[in-house]
């Protein structure tokens, strides 16, 4: 598989190292505007296109491969308000793409998990959820995207809760809220919490990523998998 890299930072740098031993080929690296003028040819050579760059691009970058037919696999966040537009495109130029918020299998059961447990705890309303994200300094923004597919979980399945509200601290919401609180810790890669506390007890479930390796190896299965394929999908898409 030839393989596009666009972005060229911490998780760049991982998937090089996942695709070149699982023997796929890096045919061109595009970090910012003048990668993208100067590397065209390149990226003509590609099957696949993976994109970890930064919110500011990514709708940009997914447009320019969808009008070359070069499937891609996104992996940055941020940009989801542009979902429907880039959904219209993909059909317009009968292309591909799959979005995730987390490539990582764990992750991925968990959100899954996390949607039966919401089902589950419904039906129980002394318990009330809350959600804990924890990620590297240098995560820009909070909550993060997992976290904001978590809590989307929480509200497609419970019935008592209706939206999500990001919080500094633990702070005392409207019963139909789910609360947000989240840290940015030095050496952190990602920890998810989802907790249900009751007056007489808690129950927790979390993901904790020890390193970024997970994140790399689901983004190449994702690209495997999408070789061929037209439409919008998610890691879902690719578990199931």
Sequence with gaps: MKIALLGYG???????????????????F???KIDWKEKQQALKKADVAIDFSIPEVAKEN????????????VGTTGWYEDLEELTSACKKNEGAFLWASNFSLGVNLMIKIN????????????????????HHTKKLYAPSGTAISIAQGILDNHEKYKNYLLQE???KTSPNILPITYDRVENVTGIHIVDYQSDIDKISLRHEAFNRE??????????????????VFTMADVLS
């Design 115 to 134: 949607a039966y447990s919401a089902q589950l705890m419904s039906k129980f309303p002394e318990y009330q959820a809350s959600f804990h994200d924890i």
């Design 30 to 32: 595009i970090d910012d």
């Design 214 to 231: 997970g994140f790399a190896i689901g983004a190449i299965v994702a690209a495997e998998w999408l070789i061929s394929k037209k439409g």
């Design 10 to 28: 911490r998780m760049g740098k991982e998937i090089e190292k996942i695709a070149l031993m699982k023997s796929h080929e890096i045919v061109v």
């Design 169 to 171: 601290i633990k702070e």
């Design 62 to 73: 997914i447009f320019t491969c969808l009008k070359m037919n070069l499937p891609v696999v």
